[in-house]
């Protein structure tokens, strides 16, 4: 027999990746994670494109075997982190490379029911990715390289990418960003992160690229435009109120050696002197004293105080929460809906910081070159004009005013019991009702031949004996006498 030929250590791993098995999966992964540490540490490069490939086939369906939710969201946690085991930024590079052509790939087969899991997978490995460019100090070269290799593999026109990838690492691009660099990064450097959805959303011929661009990018950076100016205002009173609390801390500690070293030069100087001391002494003794009995009286008052609110709260305890009949519901008015919204804008996490008239000066100058399309351009601009609203000063309103919609809703309340309403019988003036009897007593000539009609066909079914029959009712009669004739004929017969 020919001795079997060893299979290569990725796939290898990568079957055991795709295992049945749980445990398999789990150890399968960590020795991937070592391998990989100690294959990237060659001068030879590490990996191949090709074997990263294999590799991602397999950590792709070890993510489609994992069903349980906590431990899929752990598991895309592992996975993402693999980033971090390659030691150049080159081979970094090619595993992301790899990941998102795998995706590409991949995708047409992921049923409804795996796709949450892949979605997690993609903005963790997006996450880690920008982690990734910030270990290294969010160097410009870095920040170039991971933009281009997302253009190149997911929104370039040429790309073979599905919408549904595209459309998803729209939405997720700049929570993301968020996440890990707003705090450290400038406006610069965001508009640097931001310039190649620019271009294209300038270039790009796809409706719904350009659509998901605008809703996702510009119009969140927009929405967020009140919340990023609320972030510098607070950064700089927290500055402030560092800088007053370092001078507020500097003087007392010099107030206290000078308040110090002028008590200890008196009391040198006269020891008893003009009784002052004594008279201080005395002084404190007879406010401890008052001190005592007001607290005292204090204590008993905050005893009588505590008894009363425990007994209150007892009562609400013991008193069980109102039931709403069957079939009722809590609604909510705008003013809760409001209130809502307004914890989600507080709750919306951190916030990049633009600078809104270089990013429109950058969008007129893409979008007014000849060969951005027009449909392009008419949405672009739209787009540049709220952004130098923005740089004006001028920031996004609601469309409908809290007082406007109070009056909308009152007028769709009136509508409602109008309809619910039955209609009352106007009164009629003593013309009209004149003029309605005169109608009624005069009919027209079309009624009067309606009317004769009627009482004609009624006197032909069962009228008065002195009037006209019809020629119908004259043949009944005739038949009627028909059966008296024969009798009597049998009768001379006879």
């Known amino acids: ?114 796709l949450d899991k892949f979605y997690m997978l993609m903005r963790m490995v997006l996450s880690e990715s920008l982690k990734a460019v910030k270990a290294r100090g969010w160097d410009e070269r870095q920040i170039e390289q991971l933009l281009e290799l997302l253009t190149t593999e997911i929104l370039n026109p040429d790309s073979q990418a599905p919408s549904g990838v595209k459309s998803h690492f729209l939405e997720i691009f700049l929570e993301e960003l968020a996440k890990v660099g707003a705090a450290e990064l400038t406006a610069d450097q965001n508009l640097q992160f931001i310039d190649p959805f620019c271009q294209i959303a300038a270039r790009t011929k796809d409706s719904q690229v350009l659509h998901k661009i605008i809703q996702s990018i510009f119009q969140t950076i927009v929405e967020q435009a009140p919340l990023a100016i609320e972030d510098i205002m607070n950064e700089l009173d927290t500055q402030s109120g560092e800088g007053e609390a370092s001078d507020g801390d500097d003087g007392e500690a010099s107030d206290g050696d000078d308040g110090e070293a002028s008590d200890d030069d008196d009391g040198e100087a006269s020891d008893g002197g003009d009784g002052d001391v004594a008279d201080s002494d005395d002084s404190d003794g007879a406010d401890d004293d008052d001190g005592d009995v007001s607290d005292g009286d204090g204590g008993d ?161 069962g009228g008065p004996p002195g009037k006209r029959r019809k020629p119908g009712a004259r043949a009944k009669g005739a038949g009627a006498q028909q059966p008296k004739k024969r009798i009597q004929s049998s009768q001379s017969a006879e």
């Open 1 to 114: 027999m020919v001795p079997g030929v060893p299979l290569p250590p990725e796939i290898q791993l990568a079957q055991r990746l795709a295992g049945n098995e749980q445990v398999t999966r789990d150890r399968a992964l960590r020795k991937l994670r070592k391998y990989i540490e100690a294959r990237s540490q060659r001068a030879t490069g590490g990996f191949t494109p090709d074997e990263l490939l294999k590799v991602w086939k397999g950590l792709f369906y070890c993510m489609w075997m994992q069903d349980k939710p906590l431990q899929q969201e752990e598991l895309g946690r592992t996975i993402a982190q693999l980033v971090h085991a390659f030691h150049t930024t080159e081979a970094q590079h090619q595993f992301l490379k790899a990941f998102w052509q795998t995706m590409i790939r991949e995708w047409v087969g992921i049923d409804r029911l795996r």
């Open 301 to 461: 008052n905050d005893e009588g105080d505590s008894n009363k609110s425990s007994e209150g709260e007892q009562d609400l305890q013991d008193t069980p929460p109102k039931k709403l009949p069957a079939g009722t519901a809590h609604r909510a008015g705008p003013e809760a809906d409001k209130e809502q919204a307004w914890d989600d804008e507080e709750n919306a996490g951190p916030v990049l910081q633009f600078d809104y008239e270089a990013l429109a000066n950058r969008l007129f100058k893409l979008a007014s070159r000849q060969s951005t399309p027009s449909q392009n351009r008419k949405r672009l601009y739209k787009v540049i004009q709220k952004l130098r609203e923005l740089a004006g000063g001028t920031f996004p309103e609601d469309d409908v005013p809290e007082k406007a919609y109070k009056k909308m809703l009152e007028g769709r309340r009136e509508r409602k019991k109008k309809k619910k309403r039955l209609p009352k019988p106007q009164p009629q003036n003593k013309e009209a009702g004149s003029e309605a009897e005169s109608s009624s007593a005069d009919p027209g000539p079309g009624r009067k031949r309606k009317r004769n009609r009627k009482t004609d066909e009624k006197a032909g079914q």
